[in-house]
């Protein structure tokens, strides 16, 4: 019984290792599409700065993949992305005084919940909204004065998945105490981590600094197709 017990539980957690490795290989695949877009459209804003369709790309691209919002807001603001372009726009507003008003905050924080909430076709898009919206969210909350306010705003502020974490790079140079399954492309070391289960981007850079590393972040076609190989080639449990 202890054996088939044992066996049941090896079972389990190699389907739970095969399923997370699927999930890495369609994130990457979405990446590359995604990368693929971006780049196209910055050929196109070097010759036209104003292709309101072109500038909806690559401030997607920057705000939701890579989390860089203060480079992609203003792409946004001159894009055609719907309701994005608009709430792009009043942030912009909103945060060009010394100052923003508690209550302005508020308010475009919660369109952009909204906004992640009308979102249904996209992940992403709402992995990215939500945590976006409550950073606005955590700027506001010390000053409101209505508490149902309050309330709600610490309320989202806590159902809001972490932000994704912007690193530079891959695991870095070469340096003495990198992990010994590391594989190296271009001066770089890659490690392929499965955990048991899901874990925020926040606890997966966590996880990277334990071994002096860093979250990879993405950069070009070249890197995706070699982080897809090093996962099709990783070890999954039968």
């Known amino acids: 019984a202890g054996n088939a017990r044992k066996d049941c539980g090896l079972a389990k957690d190699g389907e739970s290792k095969r399923q997370q490795a699927k999930m890495l290989v369609k994130a990457i695949e979405h990446r590359r599409s995604a ?8 050929e ?3 010759h036209n700065t104003t292709d309101r369709a072109a500038n909806g790309v690559v401030g997607r691209y920057l705000c939701v993949e890579n989390a860089d919002w203060d480079t992609g807001l203003p792409r946004l603001a001159e894009s055609d992305q719907k309701p994005l372009a608009s709430l792009a726009a009043e942030e912009l507003r909103t945060l060009d005084v010394k100052t923003p008003a508690a209550r302005s905050l508020f308010l475009l924080a919660g369109r952009w919940w909204e ?3 009308a979102d249904d076709e996209s992940e992403a898009l709402t992995a990215a ?4 919206a409550a950073s606005l969210y955590s700027i506001a909350f010390a000053s ?4 149902l306010e309050k309330a709600l705003a610490q309320k989202r ?4 998945p972490p932000a994704p974490v912007m690193t530079g790079g891959a695991a870095g140079p070469r340096r003495a105490g990198r992990p010994k399954d590391a594989i190296e492309w271009k001066g770089h070391f890659y490690q392929l981590v499965v955990t048991e289960r899901a874990i925020s981007k926040a606890h997966a850079a966590f996880l990277c600094g334990q ?7 993405v950069e070009t076609e070249q890197e995706l197709s ?8 990783a070890p999954i449990p039968n």
């Not at 990368?35 to 910055?42: D, F, I, P, S, V």
């Not at 909204?129 to 976006?132: A, D, E, I, K, M």
Request: charge should be negative; proline fraction near 5%; glycine fraction near 4%.
């Open 35 to 42: 990368l693929a877009e971006y780049q196209e459209a910055l």
């Open 44 to 46: 196109k804003l070097k």
């Open 115 to 117: 906004a992640a909430d």
């Open 129 to 132: 909204l939500r945590p976006h």
């Open 144 to 147: 409101l004065e209505d508490p």
């Open 157 to 160: 502020m806590q159902e809001a």
């Open 211 to 217: 071994s002096a590393g860093a979250l990879v972040n």
């Open 226 to 233: 070699f982080l897809q190989e090093m996962i099709g080639r």
